[in-house]
Structures are given as C-alpha cells and as structure tokens.
C-alpha cells in the first residue's frame, strides 16, 4: 500500500492550492481518507477527512478547505482557498477503517502518505 500526497508549495495570503493523495494498494472508497497538518514544533492535528461520501473538518478550515474523492483515479484531493499563514505546515494524507467518532483521531488511521508542504507566506 502507497499513498502519495503532492501539490504543495508556497502561496500568499488568501491565496489557493490543491493537495492530491493518490493511493497504490488500497481503493479509498472502502476506506476514511484524512488530512493531517503538522506544523514547525506542534503536533500533527486532524484537518479533513472524507468517509462514505461524508466530508468532516477541523473548525477554523470549515468554510475554506474541501475535501473529495475522484473513485475513477482512486484520488482524493484537498481544496484549500483564503489561505492563512497559520495554515503552515507539512499535510499528510492517511487511510484507515476510521468510524464517525474516530474520524478526527490520527490512531484510526493505518495508511500514511510522505507528507507534502504548504508555506503561507507573503
């Protein structure tokens, strides 16, 4: 199982970029597929996931970040707009047999992608 996670880079403020997580192994319309960000000295925390065609995310990106799946490509992707500079950080992508209640733990998930970084920065 791989799953590889890019399109990360540097954007100014309030700008846009879309992270992708393609996976190898594994079909992710059978799994919960996260989005976890680790920033410089924090903990790695939950951003977004999508399970059974459901989307959950983290307060203060809801209404800015949106996640989908594209079965066709076994691809799932992370739209990111009005990016802020607390929005720094390496994100990951993860799969695993997360439920609802545990869809914002990183231990439900078992499937981790490299990471790719996303710098907001004017």
């Known amino acids: 199982v791989q799953l590889q996670a890019s399109g990360g880079g540097l954007v100014q403020p309030g700008g846009s970029l879309r992270l992708s997580c393609a996976a190898s192994?594994?079909?992710?319309?059978?799994?919960?597929v996260g989005w976890f960000r680790q920033a410089q000295g924090k903990e790695r925390e939950f951003a977004a996931a999508i399970r059974s065609g459901n989307t959950y995310y983290r307060a203060p990106v809801n209404g800015r970040f949106a996640v989908s799946r594209n079965s066709a490509k076994n691809t799932v992707y992370l739209q990111m707009n009005s990016l802020k500079p607390e929005d720094t950080a390496v994100y990951y992508c993860?799969?695993?047999?997360?439920?609802?209640?545990?869809?914002?733990?990183?231990?439900?998930?078992?499937?981790w992608g490299q990471g790719t970084q996303v710098t907001v920065s004017s």
């Open positions: 993860a799969a695993g047999r997360a439920i609802v209640s545990t869809i914002r733990t990183i231990g439900a998930y078992s499937h």
């Open positions: 192994g594994l079909t992710f319309s059978n799994y919960a």
